[in-house]
């Protein structure tokens, strides 16, 4: 059975910092591809960001949305995945969701959620304005 298990959302003010973790089990971490996604009141689930496996060379895809404001990255060794969001504007408001895909092998992380098998409860991630 895999867990994913999302921490670090919050309430924070326009133009903070936030970042996101996400510890994984009962899987061989270092060989998924891991992404972010959110959801806003009303909205759909949307694509955030998300990085290949190390193996596979780590590349990282991002929203276009996020404009250089947010890093992902990933720490085998903790089987976490890292969502470093910066500049927040009230517009980044949502649950955000952890994901793993499978062992694709990924070299370029998909962005469509339906590739990803496995997902965590989220964590809501407030900015005021």
């Known amino acids: 059975q895999v867990q994913l298990v999302e921490s670090g959302g919050g309430l924070v003010q326009a133009g903070d910092s936030l970042r996101l973790s996400c510890v994984a089990s009962?899987?061989?971490?270092?060989?998924?591809?891991m992404g972010w996604f959110r959801q806003a009141p009303g909205n759909e689930r949307e694509f955030v960001a998300a990085i290949a496996p190390m193996y596979r060379g780590g590349s990282v895809n991002f929203a276009d949305f996020v404009k250089g404001r947010f890093t992902i990255s990933r720490d085998n060794a903790k089987a976490t995945v890292y969502l470093q969001m910066n500049s927040m504007e009230p517009e980044d408001t949502a649950v955000y969701y952890c994901a793993a895909r499978g062992y694709y092998g990924d070299y370029n992380p998909p962005v469509a959620d339906v590739e990803y098998d496995y997902w965590g409860q989220g964590t809501q991630v407030t900015v005021s304005s």
């Open positions: 009962g899987r061989t971490f270092s060989r998924s591809t």
